[in-house]
């Protein structure tokens, strides 16, 4: 009993002394504690945050985003058109993959060819490869892309589509084909990149161990073609629940952290070993109605009309709602009140707008003009775990609401029950949130704002049936537009005429928060993503 | 015993049949997962393929008999969410909640027995009032809360164990084991001591009632007057007798630990089963979760076996028979 007791002892001792040691920030290891977890390693399974951003180490793009989601080039050197629905992209030379094969135009055409047909995938990346009706390689670093008419949003969307390598994978010559590529061979399984076999991609990182739930561990490759990103190994810990999240920070287990919940923020700021990034997402939250209905469901005493047809209402909720308060008191001053569906810096946003001021008087005559000089009741339908703080808001714009006589309900719900229902269109007025891959104006108006088309995919949030000629036109014109200062100018005048109409509310645009150790910095992305290269050491 | 056994089998195999019909219903009616899973930038078009290429346009009847058809193969669906064998992702996850639960049960059995024995042996002393009194703590103490109470003293404060995780692993058979590491039995701990806690307090009152029983009866003085040395008396046969209660609750918890570490696999990231299956649920991901009840349905079948099995070992007028049964 005794020896078993000394040896314990030891054992104790030993403990305390290796964690001593591991206190110290290694130099060439960073640990990062991810708050969502990438469903797998094959760039093509799930278009999904998670996955989008952890993938990025590994595999690279034609184009590329920088921190404000402006395109920059990727694998892709250059690009310009040919004629209107013709591109011609030049790709980077001396490019090798990680198995040690050059990067050519097949394997692009090899990828794009693969990425709408990834078996048992719940969520494809077709939607963007959609729009090409023919690939070619006139030579190995030239590559000319045909759509079926003008689309401007193909250097874009290109971003999205992870570069395999065709030879890795045992294809030959590929062919491109809208129906069936040829010379493809059999496609890998995603299992095949879990494992790490397929996973051959030209980023600056490759696989090491993809241990689910556990942890995803990544290598620097020494022989990328780009700057030599600041550590040797990277560990992405997925630690979705905020609290132990927090503590593995503090406890010196990770280095830095994403997402991290707002109550804890002033504890770390407090902390003189931690410190906390800040920057502007681009998700918006927002309030949407139900246009359809001539008794949208939860409305009631608003007579026998649709009370949300009427802009004056919507205008009136709209003028009853503070958006700072909003900000200030539930978001603790960690958002942005909103004005437009993007924020100001991006792309087809007007720099000029300015989110609109409290004023519950001018409210309450909007709504008497509007023949509800006593209100009416309704309900605010909203997610309760997936939003920052979304369940708060809500209530906060419930009570703000009752202010101008209009009685409102909060009706709370778990994600994956909110967003069935609001699919079956069951809410009369909602609130959600919104964030696109392409982060330009097109793509909060297209789904948001749009009449809904099943065949243009215009409008798929948009179940409510919001509809107004002009900003449809004005969308038409712009996304048949390939010059982008016009393009922007006419996304800005879309979105100006929506926000005028007050079509969607929105409030106010989420900021991600970083929390790292102060020897460390990192540049806030609007895209939420967090990406191990742009972690740099503090100066 | 073979009627026994086989009279057990069928039981079992109701009982799954049950319960996966139950489950894969109610999932059902949670809600359309294609919501969860689908990037919201997708289309209509896009979606509607998404749901075809889930088997989710199916009616729910049809989908209940394919399921049905291919787990009598051994196949319980595919996940929505990692494209991989439901079954193979638990088995992945496996190990890890296996020997949290495993070193839980024998911290829990290290601290309760010899703390209820020793509290029944001598119920004036004031020791017997601090085990009995901090067991009342121990199992009214909510999980959760211990947990990050004793992340926030070692892991935060003390900077002594790491917050969560599982360490470095070594591989023995083909299975992952952190046991074997000091990094890995440094991550063990807290998660370890936090599921045995409960445990032990519940295993020291059994022992603590069993052993105060047990002394009075027959048997007991009989041996006193035999002449019987006392640590004979109480390491051999009152031991023995009080197991018999311990090893029924022991094995009953086993499964509960096993099967629902969930909370303190959360609290400390430790990737386990539990933590796949709160996973899947949020995103209503159903054939891994009607797959991991079906795995621990079966589980729980076999623990309860083993316990009869273990109760004629330690009490040979057990006798397992098929009216017994």
Known sequence: MRMIKQIALAALAASFVASANGQELKSQELKIGLSAEPSAMDPHFHNLTP???????????????????????????????????????KLRPGVKFTDGADFTANDVIYSFCRAPRVENSPSSFAIYSRS??????????????????????????????????????????????????????????????NAGQATVGTGPYKLVRFSKGDRIILERNDGYWGEKPPWQRVIFRPITSAGPRV???????????????????????????????????????????????????????????????????????SKAID??????????????????????????????????????????????????????????????????????????????????????????????????????????????GWISDTGDMSAQLKPLAATPDRDKGWGTTNPGGYSNREVDALLEKALGTIDDTKRAALLAQASRIAMADYGVLPLHFEMTTWAMRKELAYTPRVDQNTQATMVNRAR | ???????????????????????????????????????????????????????????????????????????????????????????????????????????????????????GLAPRSLSRRAIMTGSILGFSVPNFWLGLMLILLFAVELKVLPAGGRGETRTVFGIELSLLTLDGLRHLILPALTLAIYKASLIARLAYAGTRETLLQEFVRFARAKGLSPRRIVGVHVLKTIMIPVVTVTGLELGSMIGFAVVTETVFAWPGMGKLLIDSIYRLDRPVIVAYLVIIVIMFVVINFVVDVIYTLLDPRVRLSGQEA
Not at chain 1, 61 to 75: A, F, I, W, Y
Not at chain 1, 309 to 316: C, H
């Open chain 2, 1 to 119: 015993m073979l009627a026994f056994l086989l009279r057990r089998l069928a039981q079992g195999l109701l009982v799954v049949a049950a319960m996966a019909t139950l489950v894969f219903v109610g999932v059902y009616a949670l809600g359309n997962p294609i919501d969860i899973l689908i990037s919201p930038q997708a289309d209509e078009l896009e979606r509607e393929q998404a749901i075809v290429r889930l088997g989710l346009d199916r009616p729910l009847w049809v989908q209940f008999a394919i399921f049905l058809k291919s787990a009598l193969r051994g196949d319980l669906g595919t996940s929505f969410v990692h494209g991989v064998p439901a079954v193979d992702l638990i088995l992945d996850r496996m190990p890890a909640t296996l020997e949290l639960a495993f070193v839980a049960l024998i911290l829990s059995i290290g601290i309760g027995i010899p703390a209820g024995l020793f509290a």
């Open chain 1, 132 to 193: 090409i009706t023919d690939m070619t390689a006139p030579d190995p670093l030239t590559l000319i892309m045909r759509t079926a008419g003008p689309y401007p949003l193909l250097p874009t969307e290109v971003s999205t589509i992870a570069i395999l390598s065709a030879k890795a994978n045992g294809a030959g010559q590929v062919t491109f084909d809208r129906q069936e590529c040829k010379g493809v061979g059999v496609y890998p399984k995603t299992e095949a990149f």
């Open chain 1, 323 to 432: 958006r700072d308060a909003i900000v200030a008191r539930i978001m603790g001053g960690v958002a942005l009140p909103a004005a437009e569906l993007l924020p100001p810096q991006m792309f087809g946003a007007n720099r000029d707008a300015k989110p609109a001021k409290a004023d519950p008087e001018g409210a309450k005559k909007l709504l008497a003009e509007a023949g509800y000089p006593n209100g009416f009741t309704l309900v605010l339908a909203t997610p309760n775990d997936r939003y920052v703080n979304d369940a708060q808001i809500a209530q906060a714009v419930a009570q703000m609401l009752a202010r101008i006589g209009l009685k409102v309900s909060v009706d709370a719900m778990t994600s994956s029950q909110f967003f069935a229902k609001r699919t079956k269109r069951d809410f009369g007025f909602w609130l959600a």
């Open chain 1, 247 to 317: 503590a593995a920070l503090l406890a010196g287990d990770v280095d830095l952290i994403e997402n991290v919940p707002n109550q804890d923020l002033e504890r770390i700021k407090a902390n003189p070993n931690y410190k906390v990034v800040q920057g502007l997402s681009a998700r918006v939250i927002y309030l949407h109605f139900d246009y359809i209905d001539d008794a949208p469901p939860g409305v009631a005493d608003a007579g026998s009309k649709n009370p949300f047809r009427d802009k004056r209402v919507r205008e009136a909720i």
């Open chain 1, 51 to 89: 996955n989008n951003s952890l993938l990025k180490h590994i595999f690279e793009r034609l184009t590329d985003h920088d921190e404000n989601q402006l395109v920059k080039p990727g694998l892709a050197a250059s690009w310009h058109t040919i004629d209107d629905s013709t591109w011609e992209f």
